[in-house]
């Protein structure tokens, strides 16, 4: 995203960092570790919710299950 980094700057000196994403854990974390040191924030890789596995394969049943 366009200005993730000054954006994430300057909230960081105010609050904790939560971060809510569609992605899986996994890439969640490269992604956020990768903007933390980037920008030389620190974001607790903690504070990360992620879609599951589980998420994703109900999603597909779903969508199976509106195309029938």
């Known amino acids: 995203r366009k200005h ?4 994430l700057k300057s909230i960081s ?15 969640a974390r490269e992604v ?3 903007i933390a040191k980037k ?3 620190n ?6 919710k992620a879609r599951s596995p589980q ?8 969508a199976k299950s509106l195309n029938m």
């Open 55 to 62: 998420d994703v394969s109900m999603n597909t049943l779903c």
């Open 13 to 27: 000196d105010i609050c904790n960092i939560y971060v809510s994403t569609h992605a899986q854990l996994a890439y």
């Open 43 to 48: 974001i607790d890789l903690e504070n990360i």
């Open 39 to 41: 920008s030389n924030i």
């Open 4 to 7: 993730i980094v000054e954006f």
């Open 32 to 34: 956020i570790t990768i």
